[in-house]
């Protein structure tokens, strides 16, 4: 069974900070990717980051500049810094593992970490 844990979400003001981890453990197989995505209210689920194997990161435009995505100090962990944070950044993060099985990927989701940034 392949566990995906979520931590360092809670109550920040606006420009505050906040820096999330994810850990991924359990896995026979290598590791394709880690992201971070985030679910506000009544939206959908956006990709907010990721960093992948080979070290490529991408990111959403809203969070270029503020948000920075990087390996853990654990194997199989990743960060994600967030800074200058905005009430808009609200939402429920999520770590997403990307794990690879043959020739195909799979993906395991972490419970959520909750992120509120008040005005």
């Known amino acids: 069974q392949v566990h995906v844990v979520e931590s360092g979400g809670g109550l920040v003001q606006a420009g505050g900070s906040l820096r999330l981890s994810c850990a991924a453990s359990?896995?026979?197989?290598?590791?394709?990717?880690m992201g971070w995505y985030r679910q506000a209210p009544g939206k959908q689920r956006d990709l907010v980051a990721i960093?992948?194997?080979?070290?490529?990161?991408n990111y959403v435009d809203s969070v270029k500049g503020r948000f920075t995505i990087s390996r853990g100090n654990a194997e199989n962990t990743v960060t994600l810094q967030m800074n200058n944070l905005k009430p808009e950044d609200t939402a429920v993060y999520y770590c997403?593992?990307?794990?690879?099985?043959?020739?195909?990927?799979?993906?395991?989701w972490g419970q959520g970490t909750q992120v509120t940034v008040s005005s």
């Open positions: 997403k593992v990307e794990i690879a099985r043959g020739g195909l990927g799979v993906n395991y």
């Open positions: 359990g896995s026979s197989f290598p590791l394709n990717a």
């Open positions: 960093f992948t194997r080979s070290g490529n990161t």
